[in-house]
């Protein structure tokens, strides 16, 4: 079975461009969870979804990140517009609705942004 | 107040000795879990062992085996016999509120093991 998808591996942009990342979550997953992992703050969860709707987005660091899901097996995280303190690696995650799954994470989008 | 702390920015082992990594956690619910994972230098987050609460007993998956010690509240990782493929950043989690399938894991800040010959 494929795993947690994200594309892209890595995206170069300017500041003031939008940025899309993408995510396909494990097919028969519940749950999706949007991760940032910098050296300073570690890995930091943004918001994440059950059943495609969004159940805590407090870790969303400003209104210039937005994250939507609009079925099953696809999930967006936009940042519009960037900066250079975006510059991280975000992760993808999914899981079961069972309490003890642990977490399935995609392969992660280096962003940089200049 | 931080949830899972990891004191250790750094560990260094020779090859086939054990280490342990450090991991103590803040929670006040009952039910929680307690998971490890590891991330090699190509950045992939991997699964490697999970802890319940209310387990009984400690969590072992292969070579590595959870020392988990409920009163003091901490969750170490053991690896016995390193390898150099055990070289990476390992992180320690936790999820509250186990009743609630979808809480999110909280990290640590994580322990980078270097593994030598």
């Known amino acids: 079975d494929a795993g947690v998808i994200q594309s892209p591996r890595h995206e170069v942009t300017e500041m003031g461009q939008e940025v899309t990342l993408r995510c396909k979550p494990i097919?028969?997953?519940?749950?999706l969870f949007w991760y940032r992992q910098t050296m300073m703050r570690g890995l930091e969860l943004l918001i994440y979804?059950?059943?495609?709707?969004?159940?805590?987005d407090s870790g969303m660091p400003e209104d210039r990140f937005s994250a939507k899901m609009p079925n099953a097996s696809f999930s967006t995280l936009k940042i519009q517009p960037s900066e250079p303190r975006d510059s991280a690696v975000y992760f993808c995650?999914?899981?079961?609705?069972?309490?003890?799954?642990?977490?399935?994470f995609g392969s992660g989008t280096q962003l940089s942004v200049l | 107040a931080q949830k899972i702390t990891q004191t250790q920015p750094g560990m260094f082992v020779q090859e086939k000795e054990a280490v342990t990594l450090d991991c103590t956690y803040d929670?006040?619910?009952?039910?929680?879990?307690l998971f490890w994972y590891k991330q090699p230098s190509s950045g992939e987050m991997i699964f490697l062992i999970y802890?319940?609460?209310?387990?009984?007993q400690n969590a072992t998956e292969g070579r590595y085996s959870l020392n988990f010690q409920k009163a003091r509240k901490s969750a170490n990782l053991v690896i016995s016999a390193s390898q150099l493929g055990d070289s990476a950043m390992y992180f320690c989690?936790?999820?509250?509120?186990?009743?609630?399938?979808?809480?999110?894991?909280?990290f640590g800040k994580g322990t980078t093991l270097s593994v030598s010959s």
């Open positions: 989690a936790m999820r509250e509120g186990l009743n609630q399938a979808g809480t999110a894991l909280i």
């Open positions: 979804f059950n059943n495609n709707v969004p159940i805590d």
């Open positions: 929670t006040s619910d009952p039910s929680y879990g």
């Open positions: 097919s028969g997953h519940d749950y």
């Open positions: 802890q319940g609460s209310y387990d009984q």
């Open positions: 995650a999914s899981k079961t609705g069972t309490t003890k799954e642990e977490l399935f």
